[in-house]
């Protein structure tokens, strides 16, 4: 099986069926990931596998495209979800909400050393009708 297939595999498992052990399975104990909020550990992100599983009822992700190059797997996502539970602060609004986005995972030795992921925040609040979050902000604060 090549890295392409066991990467892609477990991420979809992990991402769209909330099997986080099949993408602990494989990567390594300094595996690091990157994002618009910074540097995050494998512990942080299994924490937000977690919460969307938890607040979108029907959590689902599918893998359009990915693709490899010699050390890297690039995957191209889609994720879709029913806002039935909190997210992000924001109460369930029961919209079908959709996000799309890519990630880049380096890999070494048959595990993943770290991933780079890509996605717009505003796709997702635009999805549940959320367009200010001023007075929701100041509400959580």
Known sequence: ???LTRITEAW???WGDGDT???ER???DN???HSKSGEEALSEVIRQIEESHAAFSDFRVNVLQAVEDSELVAIHWQSIGTHTGTFMGVPPTNRTVTVNGASFLRHRDGLITEESVVWDPREL???MNIWHLGE???RNA
């Open 12 to 14: 979809a498992r992990a």
């Open 31 to 33: 595996y690091r990931r």
């Open 125 to 127: 609040l635009s999805s």
């Open 21 to 23: 052990g099949a993408f």
């Open 26 to 28: 494989i990567v390594a």
């Open 136 to 138: 929701q902000v100041r």
């Open 1 to 3: 099986m090549t890295m």
